[in-house]
């Protein structure tokens, strides 16, 4: 046996203040808590909690925004020592979320100049991806430069070394200069990962894909590296399809939701957890929909990740 | 009689968010209570809570926080007819607040790209300012085009008309490019105002005031528009200078501090009441003194602005 | 009597690089002749032509054609202690020339990121300042940052020891971000500088001016520093005023046009000549109408610069 | 038989302005012949001129330098129905020539903001690639974006419809922000390419390959896509690579040296003539290297590109 870690992200951590008066709009707020967000952040988190030995490479801000996170990431298991500090003053980016009712939220983000945006490609080790069975990349990282090519450069070394690469697409309007932009660097990163997962309207955003169903993205991607695509359709559960030619159907679990954000980020967690353990994509799809429905049920997206134990009983109790 | 109003400010509106655990770093704490902030919109909401009829001409976002202020700046009676709604998706500036302990407090800043300093030259309006006794100019709407432009045309404008200009240094060192640049448009219109107000601090950030004293500031002043200079130097008090050769001394007064942040705001405010209100300058220094010494007791800048019963009460008791 | 510069400039030097081949448009040319352009580095050429003790504030690149430039400055007699190398990369401006008919020339200019715009503050010496009688100020060097804030520090300087300005509006839209920065800059520097020299349609920049006679523009100049003011209008000759109420009536003179550009710069050097020995404003108008003349006759607009003699020659040739 | 092209090249279209004056620096010189350049330009025209069907995408500026390409490119048989013209400014890159002595040559680039680092994804045609036997990638068009993303979707298009992918390193500093970056999306383009060319220093700027034989390079490339690559060592000769484990040895021909720029841009030209033509890879370093000779002869590098005759001719003199 080897001491690899089981997966290591690359990408954005940031800061979710949650306004704590729910069902009214934000303007009508007035106080706020304080959580660990951002997609590949909370996906780490949501495996490290899973149990999985996983670490994060990151840029973080150098006050205490970026401490808070680097704490938090050190409570829960995840490693931080490809943890930046950035010396040029960039801040940790910020959502402010806003649930005017179980069906209504919205967010407010700060993301100009943030620090994740600027993890530049010296801060990619290439012994740490090496050492890793994993890489997951956030689409979202690809957004900008140096970020974006910090991304490649850690592609490029993961393809090196035969680590395996799980793209999420993970798409946010607010980086990208142009959606053409996204398009390019979504297909040229899905053709040479192993893993693509994501929502239908994410797959949407490369030009190649847009008019066709599911099962043709699948197959154009099938021509190239990966060999498992998973598509997502919110309560409507998700479709995955391996190079073999086998479809499987996920069912969304019911939920009493609070607010829907963070069911991405839990359900990838719980999936990849799947993933790595071995179990077939069949399970996978379930452990991803249950951690999902736990974390909507709740007020934040980090510190709600659920164990192995809360999946495995929904599992139990929906099936 | 006229209807002017008595005073309106141009710079920037923006949103503190303070630490609600307080006497530990901020990586210790988790909520938050969001108030308005920003020196000028403090001093109008102080002027406008001690019964002036005043105004701002400021640009916030289109969204919950631009939303949030514009609202509160009604209800305390602050004009918003020249509040525009930026539409470029500039977001509200932010200050994060932390209180260790009653002497040291810090702040982390959210300034990238803010909405303050995108107000355009073409929203400042000619007959606004013409219908105002005074401008109040706050020092770091200069830091930035077009919010610098903005502020240099209010300025010819009040002179063309010649409404009063008071020039409240109010340095950030976040904003401007470097040193030589603050000095330059510091000095610019400071020679064009008629009150120029300002910690000791903040006048040495003009090049030819740095070597002199209080006093040969002042002469320097005088010997183009100002006719009145306020030096600020904290708990050790404050001088005034006037044209007329008077020096005035102004003491600090007893405070249960809470945190520092907000004095030189509510220290203002109740100043340039007294101004407005034709009383001598000695007692400005009162009122401003008292003013200050009440906000710092306190956990908001903004929300804990006096009256001018609570002012007058504890110049009574202090006296 | 002192050893006082007669006038000392800053802003742009830049190259003119003039098609040979004319009356044809410029994608049918292919050779092209250096010289050096700019419209302060022009006057200040045609100043030292004319015999005065003159230097030049400004910033050229690191190679070929910066030393170019500072060569023939000296060969011409400016003085060059204020030049500053750029250390950063930026390159000197050009100009390309296209002679279609003697009608009808255009210009294609390279301005991005030029060395004339990076003057900055602290290459600009008060002693240096100090020690001339005359500081012009060319516009253009307002349009943008740094070089702005090196040029008000300059007029700072100047008005601190009674160095008298001599403002050239000098408007090129291409370096200018909108209409309205330009008007508040020329409105902010006209107001106190001691002579404005422009052709009406840059006297209409500024948005106060622009539906006023002549006459009313220069009774709104006099209400501030300036004493006089030149306003030119092209072939039907120009205007000058003073703070005494006198009105001049500046003629052009008869030429044989090659080239309508060049014809400012002469005219300027001319006649700020003239004001620099004593002339009557008669008198200078006449200088500035008989150089322009003599220069838009030939090739180059510095190489062209005539002496006393010529201009004189055709003084008397065609009174 | 098709009626494909038999290339396409995308990339930038610039000018070349060379010092008439010779053996001397360009600060003496006075006068300047225009000639088209930049490097995937030169290697259109020079394959243009040995009789290929040959196209170019590239963005031009709206202005009489912009035209003068177009219409050159027409004289010599280049495609230009995918030549944009540029709608926001941006201008033609020009390089100014010194030729201080046949060994001691320099250049003088304006490069900020030009042209051809703006063409978009937008103005990349499926259709146009699609209908082309090869694609020439020039290296430094992947400098900037959008030009980047512009490359990057040729690429994608390439792979997906077979077009071979010749990949021309042609690296310049000044347009790239870091080398970091640089050796990034080199590995990244050349792993897809069919044709990897460039001189040993430029596949240095990889860092993978830095410390590497040529051989050892080969054999990287060979792991992805390349099947051919060819490592050039100026005077010294040029090595080629294939697949098939196959080494050439191509020889630099004797030539009567006026200056060294465009020798590679012909030496491209030829090779690639040959390549289309079916001729082995040995005869192609022969074409490659006989054009090369007679261009670094003459005064330009598009100007001078040979005829077939010449280049058959000069092979034969020198075997």
Redesign the interface.
């Known amino acids: 046996m080897n001491n690899k870690k089981h997966i290591v992200a690359i990408g954005r951590a940031a800061i979710d203040?949650n306004a704590?008066e729910i069902n009214r709009?934000?303007?009508e707020?007035?106080?706020?808590?304080?959580y660990v967000g951002g997609s590949p952040a909370n996906i780490m988190i949501g495996t490290a909690k899973l149990g999985l030995d996983v670490g994060m490479i990151a840029n973080v801000s150098d006050?205490?925004?970026g401490?808070?996170i680097t704490?938090y990431f050190e409570k829960v298991g995840v490693d931080t020592s490809q943890i930046n500090v950035d010396e040029d003053g960039h801040?940790i980016g910020?959502t402010?979320t806003?649930i005017k009712s179980p069906k209504e939220s919205s967010i407010?983000m700060?993301r100009?100049?943030v620090a994740d945006l600027y993890i530049?490609?010296?801060q990619v080790d290439e012994l740490y991806i090496k050492n890793s069975e994993y890489l997951l990349i956030s689409g979202t990282a690809l957004s900008k430069?140096?970020s974006r090519?910090a991304v490649?450069?850690a592609l490029?070394i993961a393809k090196k070394h035969d680590v395996k690469i799980i793209f999420e697409l993970d798409y946010r309007p607010y980086s990208w200069?142009n959606e053409?932009?996204t398009s390019?660097?979504y297909?040229?990163v899905a053709n040479q990962s192993d893993v693509v997962i994501g929502t239908r309207d994410e797959f949407d955003m490369v030009e190649h894909y847009k008019s066709k169903t599911d099962q043709e993205i699948s197959a154009l991607l099938f021509e190239e590296q990966p060999n498992l695509v998973v598509i997502k359709h919110g309560v409507q559960g998700s479709h995955a399809f391996d190079k073999e030619g086998n479809t499987f159907e996920g069912k969304a679990f019911k939920a009493n939701v609070v607010k829907t954000f963070g069911a991405g980020d839990s359900y990838a967690a719980a999936f990849i957890y799947a993933l790595v353990k071995g179990k077939t994509v069949e399970e996978a799809l379930k452990y991803g929909a249950a951690s999902a429905a736990i974390v909507v049920s709740s007020h934040s997206s980090s510190e709600a990740m659920p164990t192995v134990d809360k999946i495995e009983q929904l599992i139990k109790e929906q099936s």
């Open positions: 203040l704590n709009p934000m303007e707020t007035s106080t706020f808590t304080k006050d205490q925004h401490r808070f704490n801040k910020l402010f806003e407010l700060y100009e100049e530049a490609p010296e430069s140096p090519e490649l450069k490029l200069k053409e932009e390019i660097y297909e040229l």
